[in-house]
């Protein structure tokens, strides 16, 4: 049992390792850029192919229309807010900050070094990041000050970059995520959620080092959330997968949340989540370990004999299709998965033998005798297999059932075939 845990439990530690992710640079907890001139570790924007590709279709700025009784409601209520004090939409002013915005981004890269002609992954100056923040900041302006606008849709992005490489992880994401939600077919879907994907890890690992406490609420550290820093990890894993179902990293988002749920204890959870990769993702190189990951989650969440067990039969079920599936894998998982097949099988003849004991309580021998018959029969190398044979000899001469108390009243009863069937048969047609 112990190999078999410890085997499992390493693959929820190396999960990681083995997904097909592009934040390589996210290792050791602290950001590097390369030394290439095309892009900030892999991902960034190249200075000669600059990411705005703003073509405006609209001819004018926006007029702001008359205010009215809906424009005071709860939802609309922060708009009208910035409508009355001068902050409503504007097409000119949100130019302005996008021009200023590209100008503190251009000024960050130069700090960092990009296209300095030097290799090899560096921390980014402090500098850098402050110039990086400025930037997102009137990134987030622009989007703001014109709405559902191409400026908007690349303001969005680039604020989401710039956060991302100023450390500021949370508003990373949420300038990414208001992206995606604002422009569903985003032609940068798969760059935001590669960072994502990053920023979800990172705070996974982080909360393996230093977790928050129940009381934590985090004012000092703009690398990490306010507050759960796991638990907006794994909304943000389960975000990526449901956000862009056949993305590259959908998958890989997927087999991370489950890894998640299995190291935080939801065995549940994480059982359906592997049960979702291998359904949805059946072509994925995860899909051998998210199998042997199930078998494991559900029978770490299987109580006993005296609750459901069908964690226990799904579980059996899907050993069964592993060896069908991955012969080739068998034999160098030999033992782990005799293992777990010997952990369900006792489970199963557990079950059978409670059975059987609840009949002897009831003194309903013959049953009992053909239970334990059962576990005798189907489960013979099992530990369980020792005590129904010592059951069947105790009760080897006791009567089939029960006497039958106050017989003169059991005469009183009606018999069965004086009862009327509840529906009354209608005959041959």
Not at 222 to 230: E, F, Q, Y
Not at 354 to 365: D, F, I
Request: glycine content about 6%; some cysteine; proline content about 6%.
């Amino acid at each position: 049992m112990a190999a078999v845990i410890t085997t499992l439990l390493a693959l929820v530690a190396d999960g990681c390792s083995q997904m097909r992710a592009t934040d390589r640079a996210m290792e050791d907890y602290r950001r590097g850029i390369t030394g290439s001139s095309s892009a900030i570790r892999g991902l960034g924007r190249a200075p000669e192919n600059p990411v705005r590709t703003v073509s405006y279709d609209e001819d004018a700025e926006a007029v702001a229309d008359p205010l009215t009784v809906e424009d005071f409601g709860p939802t609309e209520l922060p708009n009208t807010f910035k409508r009355l004090v001068g902050k409503g939409p504007n097409r000119s002013e949100a130019e302005k900050a996008f021009g200023f915005a590209e100008d503190a981004y251009e000024e960050a890269l130069t700090l960092a070094g990009v296209g300095d002609g030097n290799s090899g992954a560096r921390e980014i100056p402090a500098a850098a990041r402050e110039k990086f923040a400025v930037a997102g900041e009137r990134y987030r302006e622009a989007a703001e000050r014109y709405p559902n606008s191409s400026l908007s849709h690349d303001a969005l992005f680039q604020a989401g970059e710039a956060y991302f490489f100023a450390d500021r992880y949370a508003e990373s994401n949420e300038s990414f995520e208001m992206l995606i939600k604002q422009f569903p077919g985003t032609r940068y879907l798969d760059r935001a959620e590669a960072r994502r994907f990053s920023i979800a890890r990172y705070w996974l690992q982080l909360d393996e080092i230093d977790p928050d406490s129940f009381l934590t609420y985090n004012l000092t550290d703009p690398r990490r959330p306010r507050r759960d820093t796991d638990g907006h990890a794994m909304r943000v894993l389960d975000k990526i997968r449901l956000d862009d179902p056949t993305g590259k990293l959908a998958d890989d988002a997927t087999m991370a949340l489950g890894n998640a749920y299995f190291a935080h204890g939801r065995l549940l959870d994480a059982a359906d989540t592997y049960e979702d990769l291998r359904q949805a993702y059946p072509g994925t190189p995860h899909l051998f370990n998210a199998m042997l990951l199930e078998i494991r989650a559900r029978l770490d969440a299987y109580r006993g004999p005296d609750y459901d067990g069908t964690g226990l039969v799904r579980s059996d079920r899907l050993l069964q299709t592993i060896v069908k599936q991955f012969p080739g894998k068998v034999d160098e998982n030999r033992q782990v998965l005799d293992e777990l097949a010997s952990e369900i099988r006792h489970g199963m003849a557990e079950r059978d033998l409670a059975m059987a004991q609840l009949y002897e309580r009831r003194k309903e021998y013959r049953a009992a005798r053909i239970h334990y018959q059962l576990v005798l029969d189907k489960y013979p190398e099992t530990s369980v297999a020792q005590a129904a044979r010592d059951r069947m000899t105790a009760i080897a001469d006791l009567p089939d059932v029960p006497p039958v108390l106050l017989p003169g009243l059991v005469a009183l009863l009606p018999e069965p075939k004086d009862q009327k069937p509840l529906f009354p048969s209608r005959g041959p047609r």
